[in-house]
Structure formats: C-alpha cells, structure tokens
C-alpha cells in the first residue's frame, strides 16, 4: 500500500529519549518518597505525560503535584536530554524513505511537550526534514491514547487519515493511531516484547528504524 503521508512519533522512534527522562524522573521521585525500579517507572509513565499520573504520584509521594515540581523536572530532563541525547539508529533514513515515498509529507506527532519536541529533534538534526509540520499532544484538546494529534497532523498534511501511515513504539501511542483511523506499524527493538504492540493495533513490526526504507515502496 502506499501511504499518502507518514507521521511519527518522537520519543523512543525518532530519538532515544526515554532512558535518559526516565532516570531524571526516578532520581525526583525517590527525593520525593517514591523509589521506582527502572521496570516500574517505564511501565507507569513510557506514552503518557507526567501530569496524567497525577493521582498515582500523590499517592505513592503524599504531596500534591505542584507547577513548581513539573517546572523542575522539564527543567532537570532538558538539561539531561541536551548533555546526552542520541537519534534512533537507522531513524534519519527512516524519515528520509518517508519523505521520498510521500513526496515530503512527513510530520512528527508527540506526546510530549513542543519544548521538549523542538529541542529534540534540532539536537538530532531530524529538525529540518519536518519543518512547521511538528505537533505536541499538550496544545491538543486531549493527547495520546486520544487521535488528537494525529488528526491534526494529518490535517496539516491535508492528508486523510485512513491513507497515513503511523509510526509508534508503545501501545498508548499505537491505540491513539488506529483511533485516528491510519495504519500503524511498530519500532520494536530486540528485547522489547511484541506483544503489547500488536495488542495495541501495529499491523507490522520494525526491528530497526531504517527498516522503514525498504518496506515502504520507492517513489
């Protein structure tokens, strides 16, 4: 099939974000009066923003969920993320196959905040390849499980949904996709387990990102 446009996500597709923001959030939630093993902290907050788990936080912390803790914390992950980050192997190729399949139409579909997206992508060099079409989940009337995100890129795109192709790493992000009525197809590195993702909707899994260069057809 091919696909009118590609839309991916950001965090753990287009860069290798997570082990980094996961261990500055371990590291404020242990100060806080809640240690989390790695395994636990992926499981409660990898595809969903902090703030979604507010209730679960105040509970295990017994304090509220202040702006001046959310504030801190972006303020710790980006100065983490800036130090450390790395692109996705294989992930400037990914979206360079996308762009020459689609005729350019490409965008990037995030959960996370536009701060965050922006400086990710600029730091990896996968800035350019999407120009304006960058989009947040946090500006979205309700971000991932919820299409929101998705739909909007697509609209952008001036694409429909049904003929995009989303490109998604957790279950969160893949139920957001079907629920915007694309296809989605699945970063799944070894060792990650398959299961949640083909659960979640992915109809074909990528072992590497530059996968994506040769299953989508050449232009």
């Known amino acids: 099939m091919r696909f009118d446009a590609v839309l991916f996500d950001c ?3 287009l860069v290798d974000s997570e082990p980094i923001t996961m261990r500055v959030l371990r590291q404020m939630l242990a100060e806080a009066g809640w240690p989390l093993t790695l395994q636990a902290c992926m499981a ?3 595809g969903v923003t ?3 788990q507010r209730a679960l936080i105040e509970t295990h912390t017994g304090q509220p969920l202040t702006e001046a803790w959310m504030d801190a914390f972006y303020a710790r992950r980006n100065d983490a993320l800036r130090a450390e980050l790395q692109p996705v192997p294989g992930a400037h190729a990914a979206v360079q196959a996308a762009r020459a399949h689609t005729g350019g139409r490409v965008a990037c579909a995030s959960g996370a905040d536009r701060l965050k997206v922006e400086m990710q992508l600029a730091q990896t060099g996968l800035a ?3 120009g304006a079409a960058v989009f947040s989940g946090h500006e979205m009337p309700a971000s991932k499980p919820a299409p929101d995100v998705y739909l909007a890129a697509a609209r952008h795109l001036q694409a429909e949904p049904a003929r995009c192709l989303v490109v998604e790493d957790t279950p969160t992000g893949i139920t957001a996709g079907v629920a915007a009525g694309a296809t989605v197809w699945a970063y799944c ?5 398959p299961e949640p993702l083909l659960a979640a909707g992915a109809i074909r899994l990528l072992a590497r990102m530059d996968e994506l260069a ?3 057809p050449a232009a």
């Open 11 to 13: 965090d753990g597709v």
């Open 44 to 46: 409660h907050f990898v």
């Open 50 to 52: 902090v703030r979604s």
């Open 128 to 130: 350019p390849l999407f």
């Open 189 to 193: 590195p070894p060792g990650a387990p």
């Open 214 to 216: 040769t299953a989508l």
